[in-house]
């Protein structure tokens, strides 16, 4: 070979190499996006059932209970408009607390009872997650609107 | 009264900021000696101020002054006294104090150790740290002044955050600050270089070891910062793909870019621009990440948005700091002639390839991190990326990384022959894939990933060895003798990446073979986990300083035979009843034992949730980033950076002239 070929060789690899990595990336991106639905969103129907979703609120007073194996806690997550039952298998965090910012990852099953996987806790007592104080703030206008 | 001592000092730190950076530049370009000698003295007298300034703010933390509204935000009167001194850099406008405290350190530390460089150059660089710091200052100034006083005074404080009172986040900061800021000193010499046009080898061995040391420092910091979410968060894991550490990560893997691209530019004179680049790049993302974690942009792009100084501040500022070295970039690089020729099996060529795939590592990172907060800016809604999108970008970017990096250090500079090497290498190529196949049979089985994981792991190792012993083959005398006379550059880059291979392989091994198992526990319950046996004991009251605990006890034997005692508590701060996990860890060299209290799950707390995880090597991750961070040290220290450049101070001088 030639250098020259030698160096058209080498750009093409370079070029190939790229292009097969951004699609790569891409295509991971794409499939791991977890997107975020509120409680009124999820009850008019715009979550998706086969892929896994993140949804926030606050934790409905009274509503937390453990089921018999002790490990299964089951509780209403609401922006004050809708409320959607959520159930989790495992330790909620130190900061989750019924009356309080909640947001938690997991599938809709057809039943209607989200199935979380992961339920989040943030660094701050006083903090609200973002995507609750949203959920929260999207229920509120929306029931300004209706009374308007 | 000291306070307003602070807020005093703090401003004075900013005149003579100015003062640093406007005379010596200045001066440099016009080649007046005097107005260049005013860089050392102003830079030191900067470090005086700041540091005054960050004592009284210290002092105030110490002394429980709750007139000051950062101490009563932040600490609390029962809170240890050295937690009191840590909460002063526990708040935003703490940690930008201390940001600048580090970046004068840096400052002061370049015009102690820089008598054999030319005047101008050292006028430059602490010039442009000048630049730098006022822009920090002002910023303090401004925006986030942490010397504001409450009026009244509140009467007891809100307690700094239970999670950052553990030990590892003392030190964490600190350390994580040290390595972002002393990238401000490649990043100075980069635009030095690109002001006075002088871009040889001279000047890469003059900036290596400061970038040397900058990225062993956020080696050590970052690795604090894991074994901190490690044993304070109680969920076990020790890396989350967190923007907040992704915001350290990224100027890391810049940065271990850079020290590879700035080896190509000291010996052999190529890469010039690129590694000027990877300076510029390396820096924008340390301030990119200090932002990220310290603004509030994370927790509410909107909060962030209605602050409006403080979020205008910022975004001005990185747009000055880059636009600004990239503009500087884009005209005075063309300049720069390049270097020496190499061939396509060569160490350069190795080395380039390290450098792209770094580099496509810190893009495929960057827009994990950066794309959902443009998303929600632009109002376009809320999603967020998790953990499984990294993985699934990042671990087969690294794979072709760590393959090559058995290879790269073993190749000669220009061009190597690839037989050859195919020879040097075959023995450590099969014993690596054969240790990945054979190793996780005798775990647990066959399992793909676990398999590359090791061989790699191995293979790197192995090379590690072969360097060792190509290089002592041809000296005599005895071999600790012969091991001590090598370079400790050599010695530096052979543990750093000994240093790769532990981690490597304690990732591969926590990853795939972890077992974990939450349970529910009665006093008296049993259960088994790895072949260990965990009896519950119950828990008792426990007074803190500043907190109140449920201590558990929970037994733990093997065969029978008791081995320890476990203490996971559940914490109820008192300043604002935040609970809190303490989780109880039994560390060893191959596996740690992990528990955390949950729950209780009756009134009188004798039934718990109960969270176990068995981690195998997980301390292998640490004890990696430890060498790394030594081997950095230690090649910094390497003899030439403190003979050779005399030798080529007045070699250059004469190059100039000509």
């Known amino acids: 070979m030639k250098p020259r070929h030698r160096k058209l060789a080498l750009i093409t690899l370079v070029v190939a190499a790229l292009g097969v990595s951004v699609a790569l990336v891409l295509n991971a991106f794409n499939s791991n996006l977890v997107f975020f639905f509120t409680p009124t969103q999820i009850v008019n129907g715009e979550a998706p059932t086969n892929r896994a979703f993140r949804i926030g609120g606050l934790v409905e007073k009274g509503s937390l209970k453990r089921q018999a194996d002790g490990l299964t806690a089951t509780f209403v997550v609401t922006d004050t408009a809708k409320s959607i039952p959520v159930s989790y298998k495992g330790i909620l965090p130190d900061l989750f607390k019924e009356g309080k910012g909640v947001v938690a990852e997991g599938k809709l099953g057809h039943d209607g009872l989200f199935t979380a996987t992961q339920v989040l806790a943030k660094h701050d007592e006083n903090y609200m997650p973002p995507e609750a104080a949203s959920a929260l703030e999207q229920a509120q206008k929306a029931q300004k609107t209706l009374v308007k | ?658």
């Open chain 2, 1 to 658: 009264m000291i306070p307003e001592l602070g807020h005093f000092a703090l401003i004075v730190a900013l005149l003579l900021a100015i003062t640093q950076s406007i005379l010596p530049l200045y001066g440099a370009q016009k080649g007046n000696v005097i107005l260049m000698s005013v860089a050392r003295p102003a830079a030191q007298g900067q470090f005086v101020f700041v540091a005054i300034a960050f004592g009284c703010l210290a002092y105030s933390f110490l002394t429980n002054d709750f007139s000051v509204e950062n101490v009563a935000r932040n600490s609390f009167s029962q809170l240890p006294k050295v937690y009191r001194f840590t909460a002063t850099w526990g708040s935003h406008e703490g940690s930008m104090l201390l940001w600048a405290l580090i970046l004068a350190v840096w400052t002061t530390a370049v015009s102690v150790f820089s008598r054999h460089l030319p005047d101008d150059m050292v006028a430059r660089v602490i010039g442009i740290m000048g630049l730098v710091s006022t822009g920090f200052l002002t910023f303090l100034l401004t925006t986030s002044n942490p010397f504001l006083r409450l009026l009244p005074a509140a009467a007891e404080g809100r307690d700094l955050n239970p999670l950052l009172q553990d030990p590892g986040m003392v030190i964490h900061p600190p350390m994580l600050y040290m390595g972002y800021v002393g990238f401000s000193v490649a990043f100075a010499f980069a635009i030095a270089a690109l002001l006075s046009g002088r871009m040889d080898a001279a000047w890469a061995r003059w900036s290596r070891p400061w970038t040397t040391v900058a990225w062993a420092f956020l080696s050590f910091g970052i690795a604090l910062g894991s074994w901190w979410a490690y044993n304070e968060l109680g969920w076990g894991g020790w890396w989350f793909w967190d923007p907040t550490e992704n915001a350290s990560f990224m100027p890391w893997l810049a940065g271990t870019a850079l020290i590879h691209s700035l080896a190509v530019t000291e010996k052999r004179g190529a890469f010039k621009a690129w590694t000027v680049l990877l300076a510029i790049t390396a820096f924008s993302l340390s301030l990119l990440g200090t932002f990220l974690v310290r603004s509030g942009v994370l927790s509410s792009v909107h909060a962030f948005a209605t602050d409006p100084a403080r979020g205008a501040f910022i975004l001005s500022f990185l747009v000055v700091v880059i636009g600004g070295s990239l503009a500087l970039f884009a005209w005075r690089a063309p300049k720069m002639l390049t270097g020496g020729r190499f061939n396509w099996f060569s160490r350069e060529a190795l080395l380039l390839s390290n450098n792209v795939v770094l580099l496509a590592a810190l893009g495929s990172v960057l827009l994990g991190t950066l794309y959902p907060l443009l998303m929600d800016a632009l109002g376009m809604g809320k999603i967020s990326v998790g953990p499984p999108y990294f993985n699934a970008v990042f671990v087969p970017v690294m794979v072709p990384a760590l393959f090559l990096m058995g290879i790269g250090p073993l190749t000669r500079w220009k061009g190597d022959s690839l037989p050859d090497m195919a020879a040097r290498l075959k023995w450590a190529l099969a014993v690596s894939v054969a240790t990945g196949f054979l190793l996780p049979m005798t775990l647990k089985g066959f399992n793909p990933w676990a398999t590359l994981g090791i061989a790699l792991a191995v293979w790197i190792a192995l090379s590690v060895l072969i360097g060792f012993r190509e290089r002592l083959m041809h000296t005599q005398g005895g071999l600790l003798r012969r091991l001590g006379n090598l370079p400790r550059g050599f010695w530096g880059m052979q543990l750093a990446h000994f240093g790769i291979a532990l981690g490597v392989a304690g990732i591969t091994l926590v990853a795939n073979y972890q077992t974990e198992r939450d349970v529910r526990m009665n006093v008296g319950d049993h259960t088994e986990l790895a072949g260990y046996t965990f009896t519950f004991q119950g828990t008792t009251e426990h007074p803190g300083p500043n907190y109140r605990a449920a201590r558990g006890t929970i037994e733990v034997s093997r065969g029978g035979a008791k081995l320890f005692d476990l203490h996971p508590e559940k914490r109820i701060y008192n300043a604002a009843g935040m609970p809190m996990t303490e989780a109880a860890i039994n560390y060893s060299f191959t596996r740690d034992v992990y528990v955390a209290l949950g729950e209780p799950l009756d009134d009188n707390a004798t039934t718990w949730v109960v969270r176990i995880f068995h981690k195998p090597f997980i301390n292998w991750i640490w004890i990696g980033a430890l060498f790394l961070a030594v081997g950095g040290f230690m090649a910094a220290s390497d003899r030439r950076y403190r003979i050779a450049v005399k030798a080529i101070a007045p070699a250059n001088a004469a190059v100039q002239g000509a």
